[in-house]
């Protein structure tokens, strides 16, 4: 009998030690995944069934784009993804080279948030006749030929537009008076800039009291922001409203209207585009008076969307990301828990 329990012990033991062998193993391949992810580049080498994934970012221009970034890596590495991670610095030539890059290290997927929308045909054929999947990321291209990516995942920036001029339109719909507006728009060609202008410009238009008498880029940059506000503010006498193409240069601009004497969000009526933080902070504040929100957490829907490309599975040729949008108000009670 005791004998007999003795047996039963060791197997037992054999069994539980044969089990943790297994499972020691496949935590090590995916540690080596998890050390590489996000990582800059020459990350470890691929085993066979890990999926590679190239992300050529536009660049850290703005608070939104620090929050992409970050969900990008995250994702990838929760998802055990080896993440090729390359930043533009708003350049679409430095984009171009890490996509032909990407192309030569035969990864899985490529994804991407094009910094411009026009100009990538070529290499995008490139990657097509490598038999490389490309996703787009936040930002479109404007090729003719949509055979050449998987599918579009982001915001509808004309949409957003539409939001920030019927707020405007809705506030100023009794005014006698002609209402100037400045508009700081994003980076020139690109699409948030082309589509938020397009939103913004058919809105207004049904009413005729509302009328832009600048509008110039900032490059969705604080600095760039504040400088233009500032030259905006030197050339006209009486500005109304600011509509900013992002948080960043309504928190540039702000810094602008304040040395000038002016206090935002009274003197000047502002909206912008992002509802990051800081942004919704200066809203909750008083000096931003109406934010609508771009959702950069893309990460989740992005490591989605490989996998399924990978399993050759049926993929959206457009996922448009949900949003909302915020008054002063509204921005006070949501920044307790926005997560970005
Ligand atoms: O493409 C999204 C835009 O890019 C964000 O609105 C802006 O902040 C960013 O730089």
């Known amino acids: 009998m005791r004998s007999k329990k003795k047996w039963g012990l060791a197997i037992t033991l054999a069994m539980v030690m044969l089990v943790s062998t297994a499972c020691n193993s496949s935590n090590g391949a995916s540690g080596t995944n998890q050390a590489s992810s996000g990582g800059d580049s020459g990350s470890t080498p691929a085993t066979s069934k890990t999926i590679t994934l190239g ?8 608070g939104w784009r620090s929050a992409n970034t970050k969900s990008i890596q995250d994702s990838a590495k929760e998802a055990g ?23 030569q ?49 982001g915001s ?23 209402i100037n507006i400045v508009e700081l728009q994003g980076t020139t060609g690109s699409a948030p ?27 969705f940059t604080r600095a760039k922001g504040k400088e233009v506000m500032q030259a905006f503010l030197k050339a006209h006498k009486k500005i109304d409203v600011l509509y900013a193409h992002n948080d960043d240069m309504a928190l540039g601009a702000i810094q602008a209207i304040e040395a000038a004497g002016l206090k935002p969000g009274v003197d000047i009526t502002i909206i912008s585009v992002d509802a990051v ?55 006070k009670e949501a ?4 997560q970005y």
């Open 193 to 219: 800039a082309n589509d938020r202008q397009e939103g913004f410009m058919e809105v207004i238009g049904s009413n005729a009291k509302l009328k832009v008498i600048a509008s110039q880029s900032g490059d």
């Open 335 to 338: 920044l307790p828990s926005r």
């Open 105 to 153: 290290q035969k990864v899985t997927v490529i994804a991407f948030s094009p910094v411009v929308e026009s100009g990538w045909d070529t290499v995008l054929k490139e990657a097509k006749d490598a038999g490389i999947p490309v996703i787009l990321t936040d930002r479109a291209v404007d090729s003719p030929d949509k055979s050449l990516y998987k599918t579009f995942i």
């Open 81 to 103: 993804y080896d993440l090729k991670f390359s930043d533009a610095q708003q350049k679409q030539e430095n984009q171009i080279k890490a996509l032909r890059s990407f192309i």
């Open 55 to 62: 992300f050529s970012q536009v660049g850290a221009e703005s």
């Open 277 to 331: 933080k800081d942004g919704m902070q200066a809203a909750a504040d008083g000096k931003i008076n109406f934010i609508v929100e771009c959702n950069p957490l893309l990460g989740p829907q992005l490591m989605e969307a490989v996998q399924a490309v990978v399993d050759g599975k049926e993929i959206e040729p457009r996922i448009v990301t949900e949003e909302t949008t915020f008054t002063s108000e509204q921005a």
């Open 156 to 178: 509808d920036f004309v949409e957003e537009g539409r939001k920030a001029g019927q707020w405007l339109s809705d506030k100023y719909k009794d005014a006698q008076e002609e």
